[in-house]
């Protein structure tokens, strides 16, 4: 499975930005697809998951009531909304898919990984 990630931009601090996520090869195996982010000098932390077949979500403390993760099935895309940005926001963000169900938060959990979009919120 390959994933292209876009979406990343500049924002101001209670601005909102849309990342997407596109799948290609192998989707058919997708089970979970989830979000993550790193900022520098920091370790990547979960954002953000969803159950590709039930819909179900998860999501970190720190997003949930400002990030809405969602899927487009026929499309092979999963969208991170953020909302409300805040500038500790701020970092590469990562989308990743997992063979398994269950929106798992755990980063040894996913098995594909695309490269991150950058996500920079201005105080």
């Known amino acids: 499975v390959q994933l292209q990630a876009c979406g990343g931009g500049l924002v101001q601090a209670g601005g909102f930005l849309r990342l997407s996520c596109a799948a290609s090869?192998?989707?058919?195996?997708?089970?979970?697809v989830g979000w993550f982010r790193q900022a520098p000098g920091k370790e990547r932390e979960f954002v953000a998951a969803?159950?590709?077949?039930?819909?179900?979500?998860n999501y970190a403390d720190s997003v949930k009531g400002r990030f809405t993760i969602s899927r487009d099935s026929a499309k092979d895309t999963v969208y991170l909304h953020m909302d409300s940005l805040k500038p500790e926001d701020t970092a590469a963000y990562y989308c990743?898919?997992?063979?398994?169900?269950?929106?798992?938060?755990?980063?040894?959990?996913?098995?594909?990984w695309g490269r991150g979009t950058q996500v920079t919120v201005s105080s």
């Open positions: 090869g192998r989707t058919f195996s997708i089970s979970t």
């Open positions: 990743a898919v997992a063979r398994s169900r269950g929106a798992s938060s755990r980063l040894d959990y996913y098995n594909y």
């Open positions: 969803i159950d590709w077949r039930g819909g179900s979500t």
